[in-house]
């Protein structure tokens, strides 16, 4: 079968590998349909993401079709498409034991810490994956980015009276913004790309859009009239903005940061104690995270309508295709591979 690694920062190389063989008892064998492209794959391709190792096969949201099931495996069909949860425990530690299957010890993620889905056919434990037949491709290899959304929403605890800032319109910006929204919250989100504002505009025309700039919290003074954000998310995984959260959050308000950057964040004591600041970070999502997706999107409940912006083909000249991914005026928002 075919794969396509990641042998160095931009560098795709081609390969043919064996096709796995009959799954292990609670595997199952599936063949991948289409690809979500992630911030972390971008990054990994230009050398710039962190817990990296080269060479490695990029790849973890997924759209797949059952080939085979192990001889355990009752909640799968072969022909069942499905939608994969790409990170899974070495071992069941203290996280994992209460729950937390999304940050414990051992974790790998796939495209990450071990080999993807960027090849044809890939076996998987069963458990981790769930069948989703009445979506389409686009909608299950969304699933993914959007659990993470749907996860840092839930470690929000938003209520309806909340005001949410959702800092970063990215495709997990933008993920947030919708599972937010289904809190009955009202939202606003905070970029410096006004094409991805637009699209926020369009798509959701409850949410208020702020445009970075030096007068951002006179802009929400003015948006909330005199009041401050109850809740933000921070999806920018950038340090000044994930700083400056404590200076735009209410007192007693609640900080989540989604983002992830490899340093330090430094906020001033005095400040968080005097507005009694809650801060959570929220990593990867949770199984549930991703059944509630599934419900979701067939219910039409949450809509993926011009969210991907671009699509590759799994070919030969994904490379060249890939490098076109970075540049402003293509404009992306989300990426897709399909097989």
Same mark, same amino acid.
């Given at each position: ?20 063989? !009959?799954?292990?008892?609670? /595997?199952?064998?599936?063949? @991948? +349909?289409?690809? &979500?492209?992630? #911030?972390?794959?971008?990054? =990994? ?110 470690? !929000?605890?938003?209520?309806? /009276?909340?005001?949410?800032? @959702? +800092?970063?319109? &990215?495709?997990? #910006?933008?993920?947030?913004? =919708? ?161």
């Amino acid at each position: 079968m075919k794969a396509i690694v990641l042998q160095t920062p931009g560098n795709f190389l081609v390969i043919e590998k064996d096709t796995p063989t !009959a799954p292990q008892p609670h /595997e199952v064998l599936l063949k @991948v +349909i289409q690809l &979500g492209v992630c #911030g972390t794959d971008l990054h =990994a391709y230009r050398g710039r993401q962190p817990f990296f190792t080269y060479p490695r096969i990029l790849g973890h949201e997924i759209a797949a079709e059952v080939i085979a099931v192990g001889a355990e495996v009752t909640h799968l069909r072969v022909g069942d498409r499905c939608a994969v949860m790409p990170y899974r425990n070495e071992q069941e530690d203290q996280a994992v034991r209460r729950g937390k299957t999304n940050c414990g010890s051992t974790l790998r993620v796939l495209g990450v810490h071990e080999d993807g889905a960027m090849q044809e056919f890939i076996t998987y434990p069963a458990e981790l994956v769930f069948a989703a037949n009445e979506l389409s491709a686009d909608q299950i290899a969304m699933i993914e980015p959007l659990a993470i959304g749907s996860h840092a929403v839930e470690r !929000a605890d938003i209520s309806p /009276e909340d005001t949410v800032l @959702v +800092i970063g319109a &990215g495709p997990i #910006g933008i993920g947030t913004v =919708a599972m937010a929204l289904l809190k009955a919250a009202r939202v606003l989100v905070l970029d410096m790309n006004q094409n991805r504002l637009d699209y926020i505009s369009q798509n959701y025309p409850s949410v208020s859009c702020i445009l970075l700039n030096n007068t951002v919290e006179d802009s929400l003074n003015e948006l909330l009239d005199g009041q401050l954000p109850t809740v933000i998310l921070d999806a920018t995984g950038h340090k000044d903005s994930m700083q400056k959260c404590l200076e735009y959050i209410a007192p007693g308000g609640t900080i989540v940061y989604i983002g992830l950057f490899i340093g330090d964040v430094i906020f001033h004591d005095p400040l968080f104690h005097r507005k009694e600041i809650t801060l959570k970070a929220s990593r990867n999502a949770l199984a549930t995270d991703f059944t509630k997706l599934i419900r979701l999107l067939k219910a039409g409940l949450v809509s993926i309508d011009g969210y991907i912006t671009h699509r590759l083909s799994f070919d030969d000249s994904l490379e060249a295709e890939f490098n076109k991914l970075y540049l402003p005026e293509e404009r992306v928002i989300k990426v897709v591979i399909e097989f």
